[in-house]
């Protein structure tokens, strides 16, 4: 058995990533070693510039990085064909932006029934998970007549639909004030825990920390336990 068979979350093993090239390089990510386990919810605080997003977007298969490698339930993402990566993306892997990025015309409810169209499965009941995440009341409104915080329970719901391994989070309560900010990461831990996602959510609000299980601090590109 190859070492590649041990993992059941995610993982990336010695992890670099650098832009450009000559003169001109970007390390956005040094040697970075993660593990996330099904059912944990990992932070990464840090400045801006410190390679957060690059992070997400390696992890998530939409950027190879330049060495090492990205395991997901023992597939290596920095080996698989182009096609491959787009359809696990689409079944394994969810995201959610900052603005959560939901289609105007759609209600609620229809983000969610959506998404079983893409991806030909049926994945998780659209009434059940709106139920999850709070918004039954709200199943009818489209993300113009929802509020910030709204907004992201429907964007959670959305990228929980299809049932992903991984669940990738990046800056979810930029846009929002605190209470709601709170309410948003308990709600992203609840589900998290309940369904076996493997979670990284970056985030700038030490705040919200209080709700997760692991926290980990990027600096240039380095990833480390945070030191406070
Ligand atoms: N597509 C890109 N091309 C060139 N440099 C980039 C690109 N994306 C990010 N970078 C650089 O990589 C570094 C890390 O960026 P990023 O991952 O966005 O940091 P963070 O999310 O922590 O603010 C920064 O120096 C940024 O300018
Ligand atoms: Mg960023």
Known sequence: M????TTTGLSLRNV???????DSTVTALDDVNLEVAPGELVAIVGPSGAGKSSLLAVAG??????TGTVVLRDVD?????RRQ???????QI??????????PALTALDQLRLMSTITGRPGRDPHELLESVGMTHRADKRPGQLSGGERQRVGIARALATEPAVL????PTAALDRARSHDVVQLLADE????GVATIMVTHDHDVLVHCDRVLEMIDGRLSPLSE
Do not use: K, Y
């Open 85 to 91: 990566l787009a359809e696990i993306r689409r079944n």
């Open 168 to 171: 990738l989070v990046d800056e």
């Open 16 to 22: 670099g990533l650098q832009f450009g090239d000559g």
């Open 61 to 66: 298969g939409l950027i190879h990085p330049t």
């Open 192 to 195: 998290t825990h309940s369904a």
């Open 77 to 81: 993402l920095t080996a698989t064909p």
């Open 94 to 103: 969810g995201f959610v932006f900052q603005s959560s990025n939901l289609l």
């Open 2 to 5: 190859s070492a590649l068979t």
